[in-house]
């Protein structure tokens, strides 16, 4: 299967590492309690999000662009700017049962806003075989939420000190600050235009 990979795929598969790792690395902040595990996961998704950026600009640049690299793509970006934005969020605080609702749900808004855009990539390219929009915002966009939590890292607004603290609802912890990937979550599966860049 290797052998069949293409040079684009090898950026993606980049992009899938650094995704993980930020994940390996929210789990050491977890177990050590020390900041700069934080930072790393940030810095982390930042390169997944330089891979994501480079194997499209390779795979037009080659004109090697495939279905399975297409979909690999949808895989790497789930585990990047899906699963890891959340994790960080989670290690960040939002601990609470309705913050784990929340980024469950934002995790799924993503799978569903990729999944929609494979199956009508086809459709909304047009003639020039191009897509030209977005139907609702693109899970990258999600590295917004990621520089959110690593500026509130450098401040030391973590866990209990996290902003705008924390509400108790039918004895459930909800930290307003989670809303923001309820707003993200939404955006991804909204039928809002967004022009291709």
């Known amino acids: 299967m290797i052998r069949e990979f ?9 992009n899938a590492v650094c995704g993980t790792g930020a994940l390996f690395s929210m789990m050491s902040y977890l ?11 940030c810095g982390l998704v930042l390169a997944a999000l330089v891979f994501d950026v480079l194997d499209g600009r ?10 399975m690299g ?14 890891a934005p959340a994790l960080i ?9 309705f913050d784990r609702i929340v980024l469950a749900c934002f995790v799924a808004c993503g799978v569903s806003r990729l999944a929609r855009y494979n199956v009508t990539a086809e459709a909304l390219s047009g003639d020039e075989g191009q897509v ?6 693109p899970i990258p966009t999600s590295l917004v939420l990621v520089l959110v939590m690593f500026v509130a890292a ?19 912890s909800l930290h307003p600050l989670v809303l923001m990937f309820a707003l993200s979550g939404s955006l991804m599966v909204s039928r809002i235009r967004f022009p291709k860049l």
């Open 6 to 14: 293409h040079l684009a795929d090898w950026f993606t598969l980049a």
């Open 58 to 67: 390779i795979a037009r640049w080659r004109q090697q662009a495939s279905v």
């Open 31 to 41: 177990q050590s309690n020390q900041v700069m595990h934080v930072y790393l996961a």
């Open 154 to 172: 450098t401040q030391g607004a973590l866990r209990e000190s996290l902003w705008f603290g924390k509400l108790s609802i039918a004895g459930f």
């Open 89 to 97: 969020a989670y290690g960040c605080g939002m601990q609470g049962l």
């Open 70 to 83: 297409r979909e690999l793509d949808s895989l790497a970006d789930v585990i990047s700017f899906g699963v």
């Open 132 to 137: 030209k929009y977005f139907e609702g915002t």
